[in-house]
């Protein structure tokens, strides 16, 4: 429940209206071992699929921080 309660916040509901369907993608490839460019590749390949618009490389990163902010994912400096 905390993390709907976090996607409301006034700064990050943007960020989540942006990536739409695709949102539930990019936290399924994230592993602790992939780099964001490799989530994103991997994100391009599932909304090639579905039809939708691919978030940007920019956007992604932003939705990992924002998960970083509320302490679900750290991000490594590789």
């Given at each position: 429940m905390g993390y709907y309660?976090?996607?409301q916040d006034k700064e990050v509901l943007p960020?989540?209206?942006k990536l739409g369907s695709i949102?539930?993608?990019?936290?399924?490839?994230?592993?602790?071992?992939r780099s964001v460019l490799?989530?994103?590749?991997?994100v391009a390949a599932e909304a090639a699929f579905?039809?939708?618009p691919l978030p940007t490389l920019e956007d992604i990163e932003?939705?990992?921080?924002?998960?970083?902010?509320?302490?679900y994912v750290?991000?490594?400096?590789k």
């Open positions: 309660t976090a996607i960020v989540f209206a949102e539930g993608e990019i936290r399924n490839f994230i592993d602790g071992r490799q989530v994103r590749d991997a579905m039809n939708i932003a939705f990992v921080k924002i998960l970083e902010r509320f302490g750290k991000l490594a400096a």
